[in-house]
């Protein structure tokens, strides 16, 4: 079952940065897709342009057979609950406990009043206890969440973002300031609890060996285009090298890099 389908999305900012230059894609239910691509190339704002933080220039998002672009505030509320999203920055309350953090992953299910005073049902306490100790957090319920190592502050991350039942996880840049034990905790998490619990996963990343351990498909985002859709295995050498070596070539050598991308093209389809 296709979750969302993304078609012809642009992006350009005020200044007149083109972000994103015709962005097609779709996720199918349960996948754990990864995009790749140095810094700059609007990974991130591609995430933000699907759960509507970013306003896309033109283009269409349909999540679920809706078109998010154009949606009211109250139904965007209503889509962004099935749509949770991870931070690089973990985005935590840092003087709130870890467990309100959790909790905080319900708010979208809440009046704005109960939502302000923190008047969060017991069940959904329960079920905040039960993701934070399924994440390996359970003794941290009530430190602050600016006592525990970075590690530690994206499980609390993920265990909101399942608080909020969604259908997809948006996951930006989720191991960028993390060591690589840490970062394999996260993100054998966050793979994990996807696949049990059947939530596609979209996740942003810079490591093409952690993309190709963990995706289930690979996207290449270049200069704003999508370049790559495949499987790891058909990632190609030639390929990576064009994502993440020719992104700084100048106009004068765009013909160079364009038939250096058509190879790449070229070996992935032989």
């Not at 992006?11 to 097609?24: E, F, S």
Request: proline fraction near 3%; hydrophobic fraction near 40%; aromatic fraction near 6%.
């Amino acid at each position: 079952m296709t979750l969302l389908r993304v078609e012809d999305l642009k992006k350009v900012y005020a200044d007149g940065t083109a972000a994103l230059n015709g962005i097609d894609l779709t996720v199918e239910a349960g996948e754990f897709i990864v995009v790749i691509g140095p810094s700059g190339v609007g990974k991130s704002t591609l995430l933000r342009c699907l759960n509507r933080m970013v306003q896309p220039t033109s283009g269409k998002v349909l999540f679920q057979g809706t078109d998010t672009t154009g949606v009211s505030k109250r139904k965007l509320r209503e889509i962004r609950r099935s749509m949770g999203m991870i931070f690089q920055g973990f985005n935590l309350v840092e003087r709130l406990s870890v467990l309100a953090n959790v909790l905080h992953g319900r708010l979208g299910y809440m009046s704005a009043w109960r939502g302000a005073l923190g008047l969060f049902a017991k069940p959904d306490v329960a079920e905040a206890t039960r993701l934070l100790q399924r994440v390996g957090l359970g003794e941290q319920l009530h430190k602050r969440a600016d006592e525990l190592s970075g590690g530690q502050q994206q499980r609390v991350g993920i265990a909101r973002a399942l608080a909020q039942k969604p259908q997809l996880i948006l996951a930006d840049e989720p191991i960028a300031s993390l060591d690589p034990a840490s970062s394999e905790i996260v993100m054998n998490s966050l793979y994990t609890f996807c696949k049990e619990d059947g939530i596609a996963c979209l996740c942003n990343l810079h490591q093409v060996d952690v993309a190709k351990k963990y995706a289930t498909r690979i996207i290449g985002i270049y200069k704003g285009t999508k370049v790559f859709d495949g499987t790891p295995e058909q990632l190609t050498d030639e390929m990576i090298d064009y994502i993440y070596n020719q992104h700084n070539d100048k106009a004068s050598d765009q013909s160079e890099a364009d038939g250096r991308l058509a190879r790449a093209l070229k070996k992935e389809t032989a």
